[in-house]
């Protein structure tokens, strides 16, 4: 069953890229494709919960403490959309990993928390230096940051192949 998903999330995939072959590799078209439709999912799952589940109101945790509607949102929506990116990136992105799956879930989560300081971080940086600058447009330029940054973190760390050397023993 797995392999039948993976292989049909794969073809989906693959058909869209063959007018882009020329220009993008096949890894990093699944990236985009994987990691935008995650990010879709995402914000979809956010703004559900915000609208309709919290109804735009902060969420009681005990007594007078609660939080806002904003991040109940974000961590309901952050709750499926991490297991899913690392269940994409790990079986259509980058199968080939030959790293154990605990050590590549320890991975993606680190690198996931670091991006998300690492967006904190330029949202106020970027605020703070570029003021004239329209926020939309700032806020996508930290997004193409994040992403060029995040693909080559998970390639050349989280989902990494190592070589297998053979270990000899000399008596």
Known sequence: MHDRIRHSIVGFIDFFHRPFARIIPTQTFRYLACG??????????????FNHLFHKHPLPIYGNLAITAEVGAWIIAFAISFPAGFILSRHVVFPESNLHGR????????TTATFILMTYLLIKAFTFCLPMINQT????????????LSYISQRKFTFKTVDKEVVTSEP
């Open 137 to 148: 447009v700032r806020y996508t330029a930290i997004c193409i940051i994040t992403a060029v």
């Open 36 to 49: 935008g439709s995650n990010t879709v999912l995402n914000i979809v799952i956010e703004s559900l919960c």
């Open 103 to 110: 050590i590549q879930l320890f991975r993606y989560a680190l």
